[in-house]
C-alpha cells in the first residue's frame, strides 16, 4: 500500500539554527512531491513541488529550499530559521496523471 | 480573493446536533478534499471527491461541480468531533492545490 512519513511532528528550533525536515513516500514511483505551509489566519500555500529527482519548482520566495535526493523522498531545509518560517508544514504527494493527493500528517514549527 | 472560501470559520455546536460546513471554489478542479487538523497539527484525510457524496461513520460530504460547492455534514456530533476542517481542491490545470483557512468546530458536550 502507498503512505507517506513526515517527520518530525513538532520542532522548536532558535533563531539562526538550520531546519531539515523529511517526508518520503511508499509504495510507489516517481511521485509528485510537495511542500506546503500554514500561516496564521491563512490557507495552506504551495512553497515547492517536485516532479522527479533534483526537479525543484518554487513558488514562493522565502528563507526555505527544497530538495529531491532520492526518487520518494522529498526534504524542505534552511540554512539560519527565521521567526516568520514558524508554522505548520504538510508534505503531500500524488501520482502523474492522477488527481487524487495523499497528505502527511504535519510539522509544527516553532521558532523562538 | 482565496480560490477557495469556508463558512463558517468558527462553529459551536452542542454534542448530539447536526454540523454542516460549507466550501465554495472558484477554480477548475480534478477533486476536492476534506480535511481534518487536530489541535496537535497533524491533519487527516477524511474524503476525496470529484462528484457526488461519500460517507464515512458519521460523516458525509458532498459536492456540486457545477456550482463550485461541497459541504461537510456531521451527525449526532461528538466532542471528539472539535478539530479544524479544511477544504482543499486540487486544480485542473497544473500542480496546484488551493486550501481554505479551515473551520474551527467545537463541540461541548
Known amino acids: 500500500s502507498q503512505t507517506i512519513h513526515q517527520w518530525p511532528a513538532t520542532l522548536v528550533q532558535p533563531v539562526g539554527s538550520p531546519l531539515s525536515l523529511e517526508c518520503t513516500v511508499e509504495?510507489?514511483?516517481?511521485?509528485?512531491l510537495y511542500w506546503y505551509r500554514q500561516a496564521a489566519g491563512r490557507g495552506l500555500q504551495l512553497l515547492f513541488y517536485s516532479v522527479g529527482i533534483g526537479q525543484i519548482s518554487s513558488e514562493v520566495p522565502q528563507n526555505l529550499s527544497a530538495s529531491r535526493p532520492q526518487d520518494r523522498q522529498f526534504i524542505l531545509s534552511s540554512k539560519k530559521l527565521l521567526l516568520s518560517d514558524s508554522g505548520f508544514y504538510l508534505c503531500?504527494?500524488?501520482?502523474?496523471?492522477?488527481?487524487?493527493?495523499?497528505f502527511g500528517s504535519g510539522t509544527r514549527l516553532t521558532v523562538v | 480573493k482565496n480560490e477557495v472560501e469556508q463558512s463558517p470559520q468558527n462553529l459551536t455546536a452542542q454534542e448530539g446536533e447536526f454540523i454542516t460546513i460549507n466550501c465554495s471554489y472558484s477554480?477548475?478542479?480534478?477533486?476536492l478534499h476534506w480535511l481534518q487538523q487536530h489541535p496537535g497539527g497533524g491533519i487527516v484525510s477524511l474524503f476525496m471527491l470529484s462528484s457526488g457524496k461519500k460517507k464515512h461513520g458519521r460523516l458525509i460530504a458532498t459536492i456540486n461541480i457545477q456550482e463550485k460547492h461541497s459541504s461537510l455534514h456531521i451527525t449526532a456530533s461528538h466532542p471528539r468531533d472539535s478539530a479544524v476542517y479544511i477544504c482543499?481542491?486540487?486544480?485542473?490545470?497544473?500542480?496546484?492545490?488551493?486550501f481554505g483557512t479551515g473551520t474551527s468546530l467545537t463541540v461541548i458536550p
Open positions: 509504495g510507489t514511483s516517481n511521485p509528485n
Open positions: 477554480v477548475g478542479i480534478s477533486a
Open positions: 482543499a481542491v486540487g486544480s485542473n490545470t497544473g500542480n496546484q492545490f488551493y
Open positions: 503531500a504527494w500524488n501520482q502523474q496523471g492522477f488527481y487524487g493527493y495523499t
